[in-house]
T-cell receptor
Framework: AQSVTQLGSHVSVSEGALVLLRCNYS??????LFWYVQYPNQGLQLLLKYTSAATLVKGINGFEAEFKKSETSFHLTKPSAHMSDAAEYFC????????????FGAGTQVVVTP | EPEVTQTPSHQVTQMGQEVILRCVPI?????FYWYRQILGQKVEFLVS????????KSEIFDDQFSVERPDGSNFTLKIRSTKLEDSAMYFC?????????????FGEGSRLTVL
């Protein structure tokens, strides 16, 4: 079964600093990979997805993620954090035969300090 | 912008009671999902639904759970006899049918508290 591991349940970053959220997946076959964001009292919003095209995926709000098969990783980055980036971020994976059936990581809460 | 809406936003119920959580997916979407998140735990897949039948379900989705699309707009999750461990945030999601790798759109969730 697919699974994802997110390193760090809480990350604190200064405004303007690099945001780096780590995600590793376990699968013998490269799956579909996703990053979602959840703002307080809101639903999950897709930031970006990897579906086997370019390994560097650009998403909304200035985020991007790079798929590295050799490292089974899909880390999320943003060069310069903004106060509005404070939220919880979830990495997720799905099998290629089960689009929509997502396995989520535990989430990383991002705090942005002035 | 079209969105998935869920009601109620919060429901408190007694153990053993039946609960129905309602979702209105985006109008032209064809695939529907329920997920749940127990406090402090991961978001978990429950069930997917397409063409008026369940496509896939998880081990969590036992006989106490059922889903239905009673009309052209609503998608419901019923829990027949709630247990304490059913307390969670339940998320509905939908996606269109034209793109096989299309985005899932999630609602804001319904928080269920079982006492």
């Amino acid at each position: 079964a697919q699974s994802v591991t997110q390193l760090g349940s809480h990350v604190s970053v200064s405004e303007g600093a690099l945001v780096l959220l780590r995600c590793n997946y376990s699968s013998s076959v490269p799956p579909y990979l996703f990053w979602y964001v959840q703002y307080p009292n809101q639903g999950l919003q897709l930031l970006l997805k990897y579906t086997s095209a370019a390994t560097l995926v650009k998403g909304i709000n200035g985020f991007e993620a790079e798929f590295k098969k050799s490292e089974t990783s899909f880390h999320l980055t943003k060069p310069s954090a903004h106060m509005s980036d404070a939220a919880e971020y979830f990495c997720a994976v799905s099998d290629r035969g089960s689009w929509g059936k997502l396995q989520f990581g535990a989430g990383t809460q991002v705090v942005v300090t002035p | 912008e079209p969105e998935v809406t869920q009601t109620p936003s919060h429901q408190v119920t007694q153990m053993g009671q039946e609960v129905i959580l309602r979702c209105v997916p985006i109008s032209n979407h064809l695939y529907f999902y329920w997920y749940r998140q127990i406090l402090g735990q991961k978001v978990e897949f429950l069930v997917s639904f397409y063409n008026n039948e369940i496509s896939e379900k998880s081990e969590i989705f036992d006989d106490q759970f059922s889903v239905e699309r009673p009309d052209g707009s609503n998608f419901t999750l019923k829990i027949r006899s709630t247990k304490l461990e059913d307390s969670a945030m339940y998320f509905c999601a939908s996606r269109g049918g034209t793109n096989p790798t299309g985005e899932l759109f999630f609602g804001e969730g319904s928080r269920l508290t079982v006492l």
